[in-house]
Structures are given as C-alpha cells and as structure tokens.
C-alpha cells in the first residue's frame, strides 16, 4: 500500500464529502472528489437518516478516487456523534438509524434524570445535558428492538464495519453519548443498569489511530474501488475539527475554538476534564479528544438556523453567501432570539419559529430574507461572547485568540461581529477542518507527520486563515 493517499470521508447532518489529501513540499494539499447532501426523512414515524444512501455515496466517491489514478489509499470516517445503528447477530441493521432531532427523546432526559440524578451523571461523565443524548435516545428506544439488537454501532462505527467487517467503538464518539465514565475509561456500569442494558452491547473502545482493516473482497465485485486500508480516526467530526485547527501555539492557554457547521461548539482543548458544580450548572460538556486531550466546550444551535431558514425561504433557491449579504441591509442587534433554546432544534418551520420568538419578547419580526439572517447571526455572535465568558470564567484564563472553523468559518460577517462583540481576534478558516483532522490522524498514525503540534503547523501553512480585528 501506498502510504502517501489519503481519504477522509466526512459525513455531517447535512453534507457528505470525500476528501484526497496528500503533503507536498511540506504542505497539505485537498482534493475534493466526492460531496453528497445528507438530511433526516420520516419512515415508519421517525425522523431517520438514510444510512444505506451515506453508504452508496462513499462507494461512488471512492470509485471516483480510483478514476483520479489513485490505487491505494488510507481511509478515516467522520460523523456527526450520538446516533448510533442496532445491528442483528448476522450483522443486518435492524432498522435506518432515528436521527437525534427526532421528537422521541421529549422529555425522555427528566424521565430519566428522576432515577439517576443529573448530578451524578454529570460527576460519572462530564457531559452536557443535551435532550438528545444517546443516553436518552436508549432510554427512549423500542424495548423490542432492543431485545433484538446483538450490537450498537455508532455511525462511524457502522460505516467502518460495512466497509471492512470489523466492529469496534471509537472513543472520542462514544463520548459524546454521556455513557462513558471519565475516570474508569468505560461505558458506566450504572447508567448501563439504569438502561438494563448489558455491556455486551458495545464492542470494545479503541483510540483514534487504530488500524481497522482493508476493504472486504465482496465490495470489489460490485464497485471498481481502489486497495485501501481503513483507519479508525477521532471520528467524531468535531474532534477531527479541533484536531484541523490550526493554532500555532497550542501549549498556551490564550486559545478557543468554534467547530462551525450544523452546530457551534464552542470550546477549549484541555489535558484535563472540568467536572465541577460550576461546569455542570454552566452545562458545559468533556468530550474526548484525540491524543488524550478533552474537548471542554458548549454546543450552541449553529448554521442549523440558517440551514432551515435557506431551505424553507423561497424554495431554497438563495444560497448562503447570497443569505450573508442581504443580512447587512439592517442594523444588527435589532432581534435577538436565545439560539440555545430547544424550541429550535426541530421546529415545523423555523422561519415561523424565530418570528414567534420575537413577537413573544415584544421585538421587531423579521420578514425578509435579510432580516432573519441578521437576527440569527446576531443572536449567534452574542452567545458566541456569552459563551467565551463562561469558558475564561470556568477555567481561569484570559482567551484573546478565537479561531473559527469549519464550513460557517466562511460567513465574514459573523466572523467580525464575534470579534468585536467578544474583544477577540478571529482566526478563519480552514472550512474543510474536520476532513483535514481526519487526514492528518491519518498521517501521523503512518508517521508522515510527527505529532499533532507539528500537523497543525502545517495546517496553517497550507490554508488561507482569514484574521479578523475587534473593532469599535
Ligand atoms: C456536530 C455534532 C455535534 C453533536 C451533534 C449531534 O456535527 O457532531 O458535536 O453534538 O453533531
């Protein structure tokens, strides 16, 4: 095998994307070979993800690879994190995967907080409460289903064993479900029992940069794909963007990061996870990272809005670079909705949504186009700035540089508007960082990189980081 290719496979809640990454002349250089659109759909009275269409579409892309004259390949898979597929003894899956937006876990999180205090599971697993965490997805889950499940993949997990047979349970994923137990490094027996669920369920953790295996045989009659061996990344999609983040200085502790795509998560990389009172009442989360590191850090609603907003406005015929402009028409802070409100996961129509939510709070209603857009990137650069005040506040340091990533890295004006409202400097960019994360736990596992510290060097060097000065 060809050590020197590189795939990432990067599936977010609303996009897919193959990436061809190689370093040339000491710098990263991407491809785009492949990119699909991903989206839940109603079946069987869920929202569901088409997970067998996510499939379909890597194989396409790495078809695609073959075709660009690349015969052998590594290959890493990201996801969004928390949903997961129950799979049968013989392998089938039981079912398309609920996607976590699903109006199954209402009021599922209370219920079962009322057995297992909120307290102690924040104390066992350090994770923020979020309605939908697979904690309360299982909690929620069709009892028979479950008794017919031999397994539980997380959705990387799941593509991985499909392409290559083999199972496993990537930690920095299965962090996110707030299962796991900080101090014992395991799925908590507790919170398995209050599920009745046996730990058998799982297969066993592994770190990011283990080897999972080549591409089964079987696949190679259906497609013309090339040689490839399959790495198990961070592959939590924002674990791969912190680890595609390209601070220059990562020791110091002068630094926060927004992963900016569907969600905002909002954080810094620490050594050590804050599972104190005032993390837990602030609601923040530490999910784990690569290398050790824990990803300290606070979800925030994010592009969803905009996402939601651009697909119902107009039948979706504006795209989001036409959204940011008209967004500059009126003044900002004019409406201000709480973007971290649940009212906003999955409302009918989110157009209405925002609109209520300013009527009920007496403010100006957004009508255009424009005006929604300003009132979410306002509301979205306020909690940014709320949120970094927490986070200097609940670890004692002083943050002056912000950088910004991912595909929302691109919206210029809400990049400035964080900066002046929060008194920072932004970085922007790269929007591709959790595909890049994905490809350089790649290379440092083959040893092409030598360390995290020095990928993200490279990073920097690679990409076109824009800066952004608070301004008065
Ligand atoms: C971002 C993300 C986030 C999770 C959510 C389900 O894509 O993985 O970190 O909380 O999706």
Same mark, same amino acid.
């Given at each position: ?5 590189y795939i990432a496979i990067d599936i977010g809640a609303?996009?897919g994307r193959l990436i061809?990454g190689?370093? &040339? ?13 991903n ?10 993800w088409?997970i067998?269409?996510l499939i379909?579409?890597i ?15 590594r290959i890493g898979i990201d996801t969004w994190g928390i949903d997961y597929v ?11 995967p609920?996607?976590y937006?699903? #109006? ?15 307290? &102690? ?6 994770i ?5 965490n697979t904690?309360?997805?299982?909690? =929620?889950?069709?009892?028979?289903? %479950?008794?017919?499940?031999?397994k539980l993949l997380f959705i990387p997990d799941y593509i991985g064993y499909i392409l290559t047979?083999r199972q496993v349970t990537e930690v920095t994923n299965a962090s996110t479900t707030q299962m796991l137990?900080?101090? #014992?490094e %395991?799925f ?14 799982f297969n066993p953790l592994v770190d990011p940069g283990t080897v999972l295996g080549?591409i ?10 090339? #040689?490839a061996e399959v790495i198990t990344v961070a592959t939590h999609d924002t674990a791969s963007a912190v680890s595609g ?14 992963s900016?795509g569907t969600w905002?998560l909002? $954080?810094?990389?620490? #050594? ?6 005032? =993390? ?5 989360t530490?999910e784990w990272g690569a290398y050790g590191t824990y990803r ?60 209520? =939510? ?29 949120? %970094? ?17 991912g $595909? ?24 591709e960082a959790t595909a890049i994360g994905n490809l350089i736990v790649q290379m440092i596992a083959?040893?092409?990189? =030598?360390?995290i ?20």
């Open positions: 095998i060809d050590y020197k290719n609303s996009s061809y190689y370093l &040339k002349s000491g710098k990263l250089q991407l491809e785009e070979i492949h990119r699909f659109k989206g839940f759909h109603q079946i069987n009275h869920h929202d569901r088409d067998d269409f379909r579409e194989f396409i892309g790495l078809e695609k690879v073959k075709e660009r004259g690349v015969d052998e390949c129950l799979i049968r003894k013989n392998g089938e899956k039981i079912a398309d609920i996607s937006r699903d #109006k199954r876990t209402n009021n599922k999180m209370q219920e079962f907080c009322s057995k297992v205090s909120k307290e &102690k599971i924040y104390e066992k697993t350090g923020q409460f979020l309605d939908f904690l309360y997805q299982l909690y =929620a889950e069709d009892k028979e289903t %479950l008794a017919k499940a031999d047979g137990n900080l101090r #014992k %395991l908590d027996s507790e919170l398995l029992e209050a599920l009745h669920i046996k730990p058998e369920l080549e089964c045989e079987k696949w190679y009659d259906q497609y013309d794909l090339p #040689k983040t390209p601070v220059l200085n990562s020791d110091k502790d002068n630094w926060a990061y927004i900016s905002s909002i $954080g810094r990389e620490l #050594k050590t996870p804050i599972n104190t009172k005032e =993390a837990y009442e602030s609601n923040f530490n300290f850090l606070k979800n925030i609603m994010g592009m969803w809005m905009i996402q939601e907003v651009q697909r119902l406005f107009e039948n979706g015929k504006n795209t989001y670079s036409q959204i940011a402009t008209l967004s500059q028409d009126t003044p900002f802070y004019n409406s201000i909705v709480d973007v971290r409100d649940i009212r906003f996961t999955n409302p009918p129509n989110m157009i209405e949504e925002v609109q209520n =939510a300013c009527r009920e709070t007496n403010q100006p209603i957004p009508e255009t186009l424009g005006e929604l857009a300003n009132c979410i990137y306002s509301s979205l650069a306020i909690s940014y700035k709320e949120e %970094l005040k927490n986070l200097e506040k609940l670890c004692g340091v002083a943050i002056d540089e912000l950088y910004i990533v $595909g929302g890295s691109n919206v210029e004006v809400l990049n400035q508007l964080t900066a002046n409202l929060a008194r920072v400097k932004v970085y922007a960019g790269p929007s083959y040893k092409d990189i =030598a360390s510290k020095e990928a993200r060097k490279i990073i920097y060097q690679s990409f076109e980081i824009k800066e952004y000065q608070p301004q008065v």
